[in-house]
């Protein structure tokens, strides 16, 4: 007989790699008929396109369930703000910020920022980008707006953020020339990054994604100190010197309070353009290894591959350049995944079932 029950153990059988066990707490209505079952589900994570992917497998996975009858699924998503580190106030107007960090440069973090940004947008959330990266700014190529400028609201004495592929973008590179060098010490950089960050009129935000600068050094510090970051991404590479410096940036995250929502395992193998051989040329399992060792979800493991590249080169990175091809999936995978363990760190409260 159909009844709750019977639809919670469903649910929990449903191997869901985006949601796991979770997807039972996500139904907030639940009734059925001889002619058909209503099921509604409130998901936390922003979910244009996961929707579709869930109906279809909801679909099939609950025909056993239905007994003939006809399944109407109704989903619908939000995104909560959640809690940031210490006595910090949330921004106005920005639910959640997320940092991408990794403990050293040429892990792909800027590839890999970008790209979730992208992922979190077409998912049909409101998204915006900081490129912290003083000294090496290149979300603005990346994004292919490289020869813009922000208009300034004199009034108001705030710069608006560039929107590219439908991102908010805020960067130093929008504002100085690309071959002039920044040549600034650390100070400088905290305050121009606090200027940026401040003197910049968002948009109302479910997600300002931050790119930092590589390391852990004072810049980071200062940063992790002074923003109200809602959870943080860690980058590496198997490679087992990235891993030394990924732990140094994951702990300094822990120490100044903020949430630390997974690891990111990029470059995890490299993926022959011409006969499409897999090859773990930095080495397998390292980022696996760091996430239980910390016992943090591994949110992704990302291919290295030519495509992903000349793409972001190309100012139309991999979402946008070829939103449907399975690079592109990896990444929206990703958002996915960080969304839903982001949602889970305010642990926010769901609607009880309604049963009819």
Not at 68 to 85: D, F, K, M, S, Y
Not at 238 to 246: E, H, T
Not at 270 to 295: L, N, R, Y
């Amino acid at each position: 007989m159909l009844d709750r029950n019977a639809l919670n153990s469903a649910l929990h059988e449903l191997s869901e790699p985006v949601l796991g066990g979770m997807l039972a707490d996500c139904v907030s209505e639940f009734g059925f008929d001889h002619r058909a079952v209503r099921l509604s589900l409130d998901l936390p994570i922003p979910a244009q396109r996961f929707a579709a992917e869930l109906r279809l497998r909801l679909s099939e996975h609950l025909r056993p369930q239905l007994e003939g009858r006809t399944l109407e699924l109704n989903i619908q998503w939000r995104v909560e703000a959640q809690p940031v580190q210490g006595s910090l106030q949330r921004m106005p107007g920005i639910k959640n910020i997320i940092a991408v960090a990794s403990g050293k440069g040429g892990v792909g973090k800027s590839t890999v920022a970008v790209n979730l940004a992208l992922a979190l947008a077409a998912e049909g959330a409101a998204v915006g980008m900081l490129d912290a990266d003083i000294y090496g700014p290149s979300q603005p190529r990346m994004l292919g707006v490289q020869d813009q400028r922000p208009d300034v609201l004199e009034a108001e004495k705030k710069m608006l953020p560039v929107m590219a592929h439908g991102v908010a973008l805020m960067s130093i590179g929008l504002l100085v020339d690309a071959e002039q060098p920044t040549i600034w010490r650390g100070p400088m950089v905290t305050q121009a990054l606090n200027q940026l960050l401040g003197e910049t009129r968002w948009p109302e935000l479910d997600y300002l994604i931050i790119d930092l600068p590589p390391g852990t050094g004072d810049t980071q510090l200062s940063l992790a100190q002074r923003i109200p970051v809602s959870g943080a991404v860690i980058v590496t590479t198997p490679q087992d010197i990235a891993l030394l410096d990924a732990r140094k940036g994951l702990k300094m995250f822990e120490k100044v309070g903020v949430t630390v929502l997974g690891v990111v395992e990029n470059m995890s193998t490299h993926i022959c353009s011409q006969c499409g051989h897999v090859d773990p040329v930095f080495g397998s399992g390292g980022g696996q290894a760091m996430a239980e060792e910390f016992h943090l979800p591994l949110l992704a493991q990302l291919p290295l591959h030519a495509d992903i590249r000349q793409q972001a080169d190309s100012g139309a990175p991999t979402v946008v350049a070829d939103p449907q091809g399975p690079l592109a999936a990896a990444y929206l995978q990703l958002a996915r995944r960080a969304a839903f363990e982001l949602s889970q760190a305010g642990a926010a409260e769901f609607p009880d079932i309604i049963v009819e």
